[in-house]
Structure formats: C-alpha cells, structure tokens
C-alpha cells in the first residue's frame, strides 16, 4: 500500500486554469506539507499542516490554497495557473516532534502551456 | 536552497567510493539528513544523523557530521549503477529544509 500518495502524477492545462492535486497518507501521521520542484532540482517548502492547521506559510502567491479536511489528507488547489507554475509538486507526512524525517509522495508533474 | 548547500554533481566508477558533502547554517538542527532521488519518483529517506553524533554506519552508507565547521558528508562504500540519483542532504529546525542536491553518475 502506498503510504503517501498524491493524484494525480502528471497534469497538463491551460493558462488561467484552476486546478487540484490531492494527497492522501496513511501512515498516521500528523503533519503534512507541500513543497515545489522547479526544473533545476531545488525544493522549497510551500505549507506545512499539522493537525489540519496551518503552521508554515512561504511566500507562495495567494492563487495556491491549501485545504486540509483531516490530517490525512492535504489537497493543493491552484487558481488562475501561471507558465511560471510548472513544476513538480511534492507531497510528505511526517510527525511533528523530530527525528524520523519525511516521507515523500512520488510527485505530481504540473505543465502549463 | 540558500542554507543548505552541495556541489551539484559527482561521477565516480563502479565499485569506487562516493563521498557526497554539504554544508548547513542553522546550528540548532537537532537532525540532519540525506534523500536520494531517483528519476521521476519522490525523495526517499536513506538515513539521519542526529546532532550530537558525529558518525554514524548503515550498511554502505556512513555519515560524518563537524558540527563545529556545520559540515555533513554522506560516503557510499562500493558504488553500483544502481546508486546513480540525485542526493539531498537537509536540515530541520522547524520544518524541513533542503539543499539544490548532487547529482551522482556511476560509470561502468
């Protein structure tokens, strides 16, 4: 069983498009995140959950809104899609206190033509 | 990521040692770690250092920690194809913080 998983893997639209990416975990975690992969490789943190609450909000453009129906699951809805927002969007889970790090998602590759 | 820094790429023949370095900022992370990354997949957790060791062994992989220089390094013993991916070493403070990666190609 997949223990994170985001849907879907790859999403290709239009500019000015909204569109959704999901994210489930079932490790019983109870933090989870969004980062963002550009072209170069580089991860930057977007939002971090923890408990259905906002903890961590990056300088993401107020177009990406983060929604959290349970610690389960943290979906990313993006409003009025940008070239400059192709990239690949990773999901992770993780507990709180340190120690065990991340675990990944395995992607959701966005393209905006 | 402008805290945690790696040089970008490595390429070493199979069955050399690889020695993957980063240096971090943020002297109170209690842990740090190294992902790997293979193509078109997430990152995976390989191992995690916790700040007041300065080496720790798992099967091929040892890491060195200089928590006086802020400096981590990841040694893969005996380097397969297999471990060709790219590598993050990280920090985490109150979240998760990555360096740019290192790009590993292991020849034949």
């Known amino acids: 069983d997949t223990a994170v998983s985001q849907t879907p893997k790859y999403l290709v639209t239009q500019m000015g498009n909204d569109k959704s990416i999901k994210c489930e975990q079932n490790l019983g975690h109870d933090t989870m995140y969004w980062y963002k992969q550009d072209s170069k490789k580089f991860l930057k943190i977007m939002f971090s959950?923890?408990?259905?609450?906002?903890?961590i909000n990056e300088t993401v453009p107020n177009r990406f809104s983060p929604k959290s129906p349970d610690k389960a699951h943290l979906n990313l809805h993006i409003n009025s899609l940008e070239l400059g927002d192709s990239a690949v969007y990773f999901c992770?889970?993780?507990?709180?206190?340190?120690?065990?790090?991340?675990?990944f998602g395995s992607g959701t590759r966005l393209t905006v033509v | 990521g402008e805290d945690v820094e790696q040089s970008l790429f490595l390429s070493v023949r199979e069955g050399d040692s690889s020695v993957i370095n980063c240096t971090y900022t943020d002297s109170s992370s209690t842990y740090l770690y190294w992902y790997k990354q293979e193509p078109g997949a997430g990152l995976q957790l390989l191992t995690y250092?916790?700040?007041?060791?300065d080496m720790k062994q798992d099967q091929r992989l040892t890491v060195l920690l200089n928590k006086k220089d802020k400096h981590l390094s990841l040694r893969i013993a005996d380097t397969q194809t297999g471990d060709s991916a790219i590598y993050f070493c990280?920090?985490?403070?109150?979240?998760?913080?990555f360096g740019a990666g290192t790009r590993l190609t292991v020849k034949p």
């Open positions: 250092i916790f700040s007041n060791m």
């Open positions: 990280a920090e985490n403070n109150n979240d998760m913080r």
């Open positions: 992770a889970s993780s507990y709180k206190i340190q120690g065990n790090g991340y675990t």
């Open positions: 959950y923890n408990n259905k609450e906002l903890i």
